[in-house]
C-alpha cells in the first residue's frame, strides 16, 4: 500500500527539514531534502518502471498543489512593488498645469469667491479622477499583457500532463524540460534524454553541462524505494556520483540556467527566493526604465511648451498689470496673475504623456487579442517602420506539419528503410518531423513498442554544426547504428560508388524540386560495444536511402507576401533546409527573387563587407545555422534597414534581441527565444506578422493624429488668452478663465485619448512604403497643418467673440459662450475631420458607425455643452444661455471653420 504524499510530506518535513533542504551544505544535498525527494517520489511512480524505456508519473494532486503553495507561497524572486494610490495622486499633482490650477483657485479664495474656488477644485478633482482612471485602466491592460507573456511550464499533475505558469511551481512538482526551456526552479533530474544544461548564469562557465539521472544513497533510501525505483534512477546513469564533492551537482537541474539540448523529467526541490539563483539575487526588477525615443519626443515637446507657456505668463501678467491703471493694487495684482495663468494653463499640452501611454498599452492589447502579444511597448513604435522581415520556413511559412510523402529505398526495401529511420529518432520526441517519421512507421505495422524493444546504448547528439544525429541500439544480440539527417552531410559518412553517390543526388534534387524536406537515412551493425565510434563522423555507415517530409505553405501566405510587397516590405526566408526546397517554396509563394540562394557554408566564407552587398538583393539563405543569423541580422541593419526577425530556438536569442524587432514563436519557441524578444507570435502564423505590422502602423498613424489635433486644438484656446489682454480686454471680460480652460480638457482628454484611439487603419495603410525611423512625430508637415486648422478655427470663434462683444459691450458672458461653444463644436467636426489624411469625413464616420464608444463620448459632450448653458450652473461658469438661433449660428460657424480641410484633402486624393 502506497503512503500518502501528504502524511509524509507534513509528518516527516519538518520546518527544520525545509530550512536545511534551502541551505545545503557544498557538496550534496542535504539528507532531509533527500528524504523529501524520496518521499514524494512515491506517490508519483507507478506503473512498469521499465516499460520501453519510459516511466510514467503520477505527480501532485490539485489539492497538494494548493496546500503546498499555501506554505511556500509563489515561485517567485521578489514582489512587486506598487505604488500607493496617495503617491499616485501627489505624481499627478506635481504636474505644471495641476500646480497652476491650484494657484488659481487660491486666489479666487482671496479674492472672497469661494464659489469659482470651488469650481476651480471640483474640477481639479474631476481632471485628476480621469487620470487615475486612464492610469489604472493602462495598468490593467499591462497586467493582463503580464499575465500572457508569463513564462510556462508543463508539469504533471493528477497523472496528466498540463501547462502551469511557471510561479505556480511548488516542491515536489515534476516538471518536463526540453531544449529551449528556461529552468524556472530547481530539482532532481529523475529520467533525462541527451539533457545539456547551460549553466553560465550561475556558474560562469561557457560550457554546457551534461546532465545524469540521480542514483539515491542505499543507505538513505533502501526504505522509501522499491528495487524497481533505484533501477530506474540508475539506468543510463553515467557517472552519477563523479562531482560529488563540487557544489554544482550534475544530477540536479538550477532555476534561470538554460536548456539548450534534450528532455527531462525534474523533480523541483527549491522554489523562489530559496533556489541558487534566488539567493544570489537580481536588482534587475529595480533598474530605472530608460525613456523610449517616442517617449523622449514627447517630453521635449512638453518642455517646450511649458518653457514657452512660462514665458507667456510673465509677459501677459505684465501686460495686464498696465491695463489696469486705474484699479485698485490688490485686485490689480491678482487679474495680472490670473490672466498669466490662463495662458499657461492653454499652452501646456499635458495630454501628450496620457496619449503615448493609452495609445501604446491599449494597441498592445488589442494585438495580443489576434493573437501577438507585446513584450515590449516602444514595439509597438517600431512596428511601422519595418523595412526587412526574416523569417524561417518551418511553422512560419508553413502549417508547421510535417508528413513522410514520400520515400526513396536505395536497396527497394521500404521496411528496412522505416524501421532505420524510426530507430534514428527520439522516443520521447518534441520534433515534429521525428513525429511524422513514427506516425508513417506505425502506417507501415511498424508500432513504437515494437522499435523500441530493444536498448538504447549510446546516442550520437545532434548539433547545428554536424546537422546529423545516430543512436546506438542493443537488438536481438546485434549492436546497430541508425544515423539519420542532412543528405549533404550523411553521404559524407557513407561508402558509396561514385554511380551510386550520383544515383542518391539525382533523386535528391527531384524530391527538392518537389519543395519536399529531405532527411537522409544510413546504418551499420557492430559486433560489440567496444566498436561504437566516439563521435558520428568516425562511422562508416551504409546509406539506406531518402526520406520525402511536405510541410505545405499556409493557405493564406501567398496574399500576406503580396501585401508586403506592396507595403516595401522586403521578406527574406533563412531555413536550415536545402536552398532548392527552400527556393521551390518561395517561387510558390510569391517572394521576390527567389532564383538566388546563398547557403550556411557560402556566408562562412563571406566578409562582412561581402554579405553586406549581398545582403541588398538576395531573399533566400538555406542550411543556416543560428549564429548566421546574427550576421545577416547585422548586415541589413549597417544598410540602414529597419529589421524584423523571427526565431524560436536557444539559440536565435542573440539574433532576436540585435534585430530591431524580435519575433519569437508562441507555440514552438523556446522560453528564452521568447525573453528576448519584443513580439510572442501565439499562433506561429505569417498572417499575424502582417495583420501586427498593419495594426502597428495604425497606432502610429493615430499617435501622430492625436498629437496634431492636441496642437490644433490649444491653439485657439491659448491665441484667445493672449490676444485678449495683448487688446486690452478687462481681465472679467476675456474669453477664456482659468476655469474655462478645465472645462476644455474635460473635453479634450476623451477626444484624443479615446476616440482617436480607436481609430481603425486607413485603407491605403498597406500601400505606403516604411516611414523612416528617424522622422519626428510632430514634423514641419503636421505642424504646419495643426497651425493652419488652429488659425482658422481661432478666427471663427475669438472673431464670433468680439463681434458679439462689440454688439452688446455689456454682455461678456453672452460673447464668451459663442466663442466658447463654437470651439467645442468645432473640436467634434475636428476629430473626425483629422481621423484620415485621405479620406472624407463620410467615410471617417462609416467606420466607426456602430462603435458605442465614440457615440458615447460626442453625446456626452454635446450634453455637457447644454448643461453648461440651459442649467443654474451656467451663472457660476459665467455663461449665458443661447436661444436656438444663436446654437445654429454657432454650430454653423463651427462646421466652417473645420470641414474646410475636406477640400485640401479631396485635392490629394485627385493628385
Not at 68 to 73: A, N, P, S
Request: hydrophobic share 45%.
Amino acid at each position: 500500500m502506497q503512503t500518502s504524499f501528504c502524511n509524509i510530506f507534513f509528518e516527516g518535513y519538518t520546518p527544520e527539514a525545509t530550512q536545511a533542504s534551502q541551505n545545503p551544505p557544498a557538496g550534496k544535498a542535504s539528507l532531509m531534502s533527500f528524504k523529501f525527494f524520496s518521499s514524494c517520489l512515491i506517490n508519483t511512480v507507478q506503473g512498469d518502471f521499465m516499460t520501453n524505456n519510459r516511466v510514467d508519473f503520477k505527480g501532485l494532486t490539485a489539492i497538494e498543489a494548493q496546500k503546498l503553495q499555501e506554505q511556500y507561497g509563489k515561485n517567485e524572486l521578489s514582489i512587486e512593488k506598487r505604488t500607493s494610490f496617495f503617491k499616485k495622486i501627489l505624481h499627478i499633482l506635481s504636474e505644471p498645469m495641476f500646480l497652476l490650477l491650484i494657484v488659481a483657485a487660491s486666489i479666487y479664495f482671496i479674492l472672497g469667491e469661494p464659489t469659482d474656488g470651488i469650481i476651480m477644485l471640483l474640477s481639479v478633482v474631476g481632471i485628476i479622477s480621469i487620470a487615475i482612471i486612464q492610469e489604472w485602466k493602462t495598468d490593467k491592460t499591462l497586467n493582463a499583457l503580464k499575465e500572457l507573456s508569463a513564462p510556462h511550464i508543463i508539469v504533471i499533475r493528477d497523472a496528466t500532463e498540463i501547462t502551469i505558469a511557471s510561479t505556480d511551481l511548488v516542491p515536489g512538482d515534476i516538471m518536463i524540460i526540453h531544449e529551449g526551456v528556461k529552468i524556472p526552479a530547481d530539482g532532481f533530474i529523475i529520467k533525462c534524454n541527451d539533457l545539456c544544461v547551460d549553466e553560465s548564469s550561475l556558474t560562469g562557465e561557457s560550457e554546457g553541462v551534461w546532465k545524469t539521472t540521480i542514483s539515491p544513497e542505499p543507505e538513505q533510501s533502501k526504505i522509501l524505494l522499491d528495487k524497481k525505483t533505484q533501477a530506474t534512477f540508475s539506468n543510463n546513469s553515467i557517472a552519477n556520483n563523479a562531482h560529488a564533492n563540487d557544489y554544482w551537482r550534475k544530477d540536479y537541474c538550477y532555476a534561470g540556467t538554460l536548456v539548450s539540448q534534450g528532455t527531462a523529467f525534474v523533480q523541483v526541490d527549491k522554489i523562489g527566493v530559496s533556489t541558487e539563483y534566488g539567493k544570489i539575487g537580481t536588482e534587475v526588477g529595480n533598474a530605472p526604465d530608460e525613456p523610449t525615443p517616442l517617449q523622449k519626443q514627447i517630453g521635449g515637446l512638453v518642455k517646450f511648451s511649458a518653457i514657452i507657456a512660462f514665458v507667456l505668463f510673465f509677459l501677459v501678467s505684465i501686460v495686464t498689470w498696465f491695463n489696469l491703471e486705474e484699479s485698485i493694487l490688490k485686485y490689480r495684482l491678482i487679474d495680472s496673475i490670473l490672466s498669466g495663468i490662463t495662458i499657461a494653463i492653454a499652452m501646456i499640452p499635458e495630454e501628450f504623456p496620457v496619449v503615448l501611454t493609452v495609445f501604446l498599452s491599449m494597441g498592445a492589447w488589442r494585438l495580443a487579442k489576434k493573437q501577438s502579444l507585446i513584450r515590449q511597448l516602444p514595439a509597438v513604435e517600431t512596428l511601422g517602420a519595418i523595412s526587412v522581415l526574416c523569417v524561417d520556413k518551418t511553422g512560419t511559412i508553413t502549417l508547421n506539419q510535417m508528413t513522410v510523402q514520400t520515400t526513396w529505398a536505395m536497396n527497394n526495401n521500404d521496411q528496412e528503410l522505416a524501421e532505420i529511420m524510426g530507430l534514428g529518432c527520439e522516443v520521447d520526441t518534441y520534433d515534429p518531423m521525428e513525429k511524422a517519421m513514427l506516425a508513417y512507421c506505425e502506417k507501415l505495422g511498424i508500432s513504437t513498442s515494437q522499435l523500441f524493444t530493444g536498448e538504447l546504448i549510446f546516442e550520437y547528439a545532434f548539433t547545428n554544426s554536424l546537422k546529423m544525429m545516430g543512436h546506438v541500439w542493443r537488438r536481438d544480440n546485434e549492436i546497430l547504428i541508425a544515423a539519420k539527417g542532412s543528405p549533404e552531410r550523411i553521404l559524407t559518412i557513407c561508402q558509396l560508388t561514385e554511380k551510386e553517390r550520383q544515383n542518391v543526388e539525382s533523386q535528391l534534387l527531384k524530391m527538392s524540386e518537389q519543395g519536399l524536406r529531405v532527411i537522409a537515412v544510413a546504418t551499420t551493425k557492430l559486433k560489440n560495444e567496444t566498436e561504437i565510434p566516439p563521435s558520428i563522423t568516425d562511422c562508416t555507415l551504409t546509406f539506406c536511402g531518402l526520406i520525402g517530409l511536405v510541410d505545405p505553405p499556409r493557405e493564406t501566405i501567398k496574399n500576406d507576401i503580396a501585401l508586403c510587397n506592396k507595403a516595401g516590405i522586403r521578406i527574406i526566408m533563412i531555413t536550415g533546409d536545402n536552398g532548392i526546397t527552400a527556393s521551390t517554396i518561395a517561387k510558390k509563394i510569391g517572394m521576390l527573387n527567389s532564383q538566388n540562394i546563398i547557403t550556411g557554408d557560402m556566408l562562412e566564407q563571406m566578409t562582412d563587407v561581402e554579405l553586406r552587398e549581398k545582403v541588398k538583393t538576395i531573399n533566400i539563405f538555406s542550411r543556416v545555422i543560428p549564429e548566421h543569423k546574427m550576421r545577416i541580422v547585422r548586415a541589413l541593419k549597417d544598410n540602414n534597414e529597419i529589421v524584423a526577425m523571427t526565431g524560436d530556438g536557444v539559440n536565435d536569442a542573440p539574433a532576436l534581441k540585435y534585430a530591431d524587432i524580435g519575433i519569437a514563436m508562441g507555440k514552438r519557441g523556446s522560453e528564452v527565444a521568447r525573453e528576448a524578444a519584443d513580439i510572442i507570435l501565439m499562433d506561429d502564423n505569417f498572417s499575424t506578422i502582417v495583420d501586427t505590422i498593419k495594426d502597428g502602423r495604425r497606432i502610429y498613424d493615430n499617435i501622430q493624429k492625436a498629437v496634431g489635433y492636441i496642437f490644433t486644438i490649444h491653439i485657439p484656446i491659448a491665441a484667445a488668452a493672449l490676444f485678449a489682454p495683448l487688446l486690452g480686454i478687462m481681465p472679467s471680460y476675456v474669453l477664456f478663465l482659468p476655469l474655462h480652460i478645465v472645462i476644455m480638457e474635460f473635453i479634450i482628454d476623451p477626444t484624443c485619448s479615446i476616440v482617436l484611439e480607436r481609430q481603425p487603419a486607413e485603407a491605403n495603410i498597406m500601400d505606403r512604403k516604411p516611414r523612416n525611423f528617424n522622422d519626428k512625430l510632430l514634423n514641419l508637415k503636421t505642424l504646419l497643418k495643426s497651425v493652419i486648422q488652429g488659425a482658422v478655427i481661432f478666427i471663427a470663434s475669438f472673431g464670433t467673440y468680439l463681434y458679439v462683444l462689440s454688439q452688446e459691450p455689456k454682455d461678456a458672458p453672452l460673447a464668451r459662450t459663442m466663442g466658447i461653444s463654437i470651439i467645442i463644436l468645432a473640436n467634434l467636426f475636428l476629430v473626425q475631420v483629422n481621423s484620415s489624411n485621405y479620406d472624407s469625413i463620410f467615410v471617417s464616420i462609416k467606420r466607426l458607425i456602430k462603435d458605442k464608444v465614440m457615440w458615447a463620448v460626442n453625446v456626452l459632450t454635446l450634453c455637457a455643452l447644454l448643461v453648461f448653458l440651459y442649467t443654474p450652473l451656467h451663472k457660476a461658469l459665467g455663461f449665458s444661455a443661447l436661444s436656438i438661433t444663436q446654437v445654429l449660428f454657432a454650430f454653423g460657424i463651427a462646421a466652417v471653420s473645420v470641414l474646410w480641410y475636406e477640400i485640401v484633402k479631396w485635392a490629394k486624393r485627385l493628385a
